[in-house]
């Protein structure tokens, strides 16, 4: 029967745990993104499935945890894969570099939509980008702590509902891909805001990233499952995270227009929805090399990502053309990232 080790002590996940069949070539181990984390757990079943006596372990951490778990270092204490639900930072590759993981692969698996959900038993709530960075936004547009307590109070045209967001924490990608995707345009739809960032980075970052704390943004941890039944079992309560779950909850959550497009395959693929963007999985080079089961298990996850595969039924949007091209051109040849095209 397959499983998934979760949330075990490091010591655990770099060995058989208790003496069973495997051996550390055909053992892999994969922490990080809880959005990507169904995903690489679709693709380690069919793995195993295809290759007995392989053993994956997945593990959900969230995404900047699961880099710093990667990065610690090179061999059998240290994870062979991370999964990502945005690209990995400069400082994170040069962590990687100095504790001796030198070959970073990127492997782009698809494209997610960062998406607000409500309860199907909700009124229907339509929302801007800068609708959404004024009802978080610790100090919007620079003008004093947010007192903002309904959506109302932040634009007229919307009802007088309280103000009420779940969404990730700190550590996790998703929650970056908020503050890019969404708040940080949500920001700069005010001409000032998009003019400091050029005469000062840290406050434009601080003035449009950083989340209120005063009980209106609650940070809900990386189980998403968890955050929609909370969002179901509060109308009027908006949720943020990725689009595979929302496809596999419709019949409890919906999502929110976000300047007036709804989260849907063509309009994630298209990039036409605000909220879309691009999941990865980064490989251990070094591990790549001396662990034939890691280029399996990766053309077995080339296989899952493409139109009509295992992925696309679990809520992932598949690349199309030059896009679908390049990952599957990485994923098979195994080629480090050059971590100057990193930010």
């Known amino acids: 029967m397959t499983k998934f ?9 770099v060995s058989a745990c208790g003496g069973g069949s495997n051996n550390a070539a055909s053992q892999l181990k994969i922490v990080g993104s809880s959005t990507v984390y169904p995903f690489t757990t679709a693709i380690a079943e069919a793995f195993q499935k295809a290759n007995p006596g392989t053993s994956v372990i997945v593990e959900s951490t969230g995404t900047g945890s699961g880099i710093k778990l990667f990065c610690e270092g090179v061999g059998q204490k240290f994870p062979d894969m991370v999964n990502a639900s945005r690209q990995m930072k400069k400082s994170e590759y040069d962590a990687c570099s100095a504790a001796g993981a030198k070959q970073v692969i990127e492997v782009p698996i698809g494209i997610d939509g960062l998406t607000l959900i409500e309860s199907n038993q909700a009124a229907p709530l339509k929302v801007t980008l800068a609708d959404i960075y004024a009802a978080v936004a610790a100090n919007p547009y620079g003008k004093g ?11 007229p045209a919307l009802p007088a509902i309280k103000i009420r967001v779940m969404g990730p924490p700190p550590t996790s990608g998703t929650r970056d891909s908020f503050a890019e995707l969404m708040l940080t345009k949500g920001c700069e739809s005010d001409p000032a805001m998009k003019a400091l960032k050029a005469s000062d980075e840290a406050k434009h970052k601080d003035l449009c990233t950083k989340i209120r704390e005063d009980g209106v943004y609650v940070e809900a941890g990386e189980n998403d499952n968890l955050l929609v039944q909370k969002v179901e079992a509060d109308p009027g309560t908006i949720g943020v995270l990725g689009y595979s779950f929302l496809e596999q909850n419709a019949d409890k959550i919906r999502p929110l227009e976000v300047g007036g497009v709804l989260p849907t395959e063509a309009t994630i693929q298209d990039l036409s929805y605000p909220g879309a963007r691009k999941l990865y999985i980064y ?5 790549a090399a001396v662990k034939p089961a890691i280029k399996g298990f990766l053309a077995e996850y080339a296989k899952g990502w493409s139109t009509g595969g295992l ?7 598949p690349f199309v053309g030059d896009d679908a091209a390049k990952a599957t051109a990485v994923a098979t040849g195994l080629t480090p990232l050059d971590g100057a095209t990193l930010k």
């Open 311 to 317: 992925l696309e039924k679990r809520g992932l949007v």
């Open 5 to 13: 080790w979760l949330a075990l002590p490091l010591a655990c996940l």
């Open 145 to 155: 702590p947010n007192k903002a307590q309904t959506w109302k109070d932040v634009n």
């Open 283 to 287: 490989v251990k080079g070094e591990h």
